[in-house]
């Protein structure tokens, strides 16, 4: 079993920053990829990046490459995601989620274990 507990939503306007955090503890061999994923009311659920745990390697789906970072502590307990120039199209609640592989990380599919969500809004 892995658990994940998001925190450091809330609201900002256009251009802020914010950085969401994703506490990990659980099973290793089935945390080794922590991947963000954000759904905005009437969308499906969508990756916006992830990380390989250990091996650090990140990845990032085109609409926030050089906007938003994801990041780990030295254990791998806390993964990151730092967002900066954040637009509208931002908004959305985010989660963490966890599996074993960062094969396919950007869809729903992905996931065995998923966080509660945190609400992020963007304001224009």
């Known amino acids: 079993q892995v658990q994940l507990v998001e925190s450091g939503g809330g609201s900002v306007q256009a251009g802020g920053s914010l950085t969401l955090s994703c506490a990990v503890s659980?099973?290793?061999?089935?945390?080794?990829?922590i991947a963000w994923f954000r759904q905005a009311p009437g969308n499906e659920r969508e990756g916006v990046a992830a990380?390989?745990?250990?091996?650090?390697?990140?990845y990032y789906v085109d609409s926030v490459k050089g906007r938003f970072t994801v990041s780990q502590d030295d254990a791998g307990n806390t993964v990151y995601l730092k967002m900066n120039e954040l637009n509208p199209e931002d908004t959305g609640i985010y989660y963490c989620?966890?599996?074993?592989?960062?094969?396919?990380?950007?869809?729903?599919?992905?996931?065995?274990?998923w966080g509660q969500g945190t609400q992020v809004t963007v304001s224009s």
């Open positions: 990380i390989s745990i250990g091996g650090g390697t990140t």
């Open positions: 989620a966890a599996a074993a592989w960062c094969v396919s990380w950007s869809k729903p599919t992905f996931a065995d274990y």
């Open positions: 659980g099973h290793n061999k089935d945390r080794s990829c």
